[in-house]
């Protein structure tokens, strides 16, 4: 008798569990199905108009706290690098970024942390950061929509004209080498 009820115990949780295994294949599926691909274009590409101004009449706080406002930055050539303590290629190219904002003393240098204050300070203890940073968090996603990066994907660099102008957008991580031109090139071209 009790053989017979563990034997009933045992079929029944398996088929039980059989069906909402195929239940939840079910769904997985139908789901899969009415997702995009990863790296297909869903529709057209969507054309934002970049809107610098934006940027430049943001106010963020620096390292120690301190508000800074974007529009110091305008008078010169312009690097701005959007970056996260969390983010492997941004963390990847700090040292290039430091290297080039030695050589480009015409041009100033402007990183934009999307992360919390706490753990960008922890993180330039390790690795430091040699030019301006600020901290921009979850605002800062707004910030590089705002300059056309309509996914908000990090890293994103920006090089400005002295007037505010966009020179060139680099989505993803930099190339030290082109970088390095085209930061010739806009220090060239503000002269």
Known sequence: MILCMKRRTLIIGGLGLAGMLGIGWL???????????????????????????KFFAARLPDLQGTEQAMSQWQGKPLVVNFWATWCPPCVKEIPDLNRLAAKHAQAKFLGVAIDTADNVRKFVVDI???????????????????LGNTAGGLPFTVLFRPDGTIFEVIMGMVDPDSLDRQIGQLVASSA
């Open 128 to 146: 430091p950061i040699d030019y301006a940073s600020v901290i921009a968090g979850h605002q800062g996603i707004e910030l590089v929509r705002a």
């Open 27 to 53: 769904g997985w599926r139908e789901s899969s199905r009415r997702a995009p691909q990863a790296n297909r274009a869903v529709g057209p590409a969507v054309a934002v108009e970049p809107e610098p101004q």
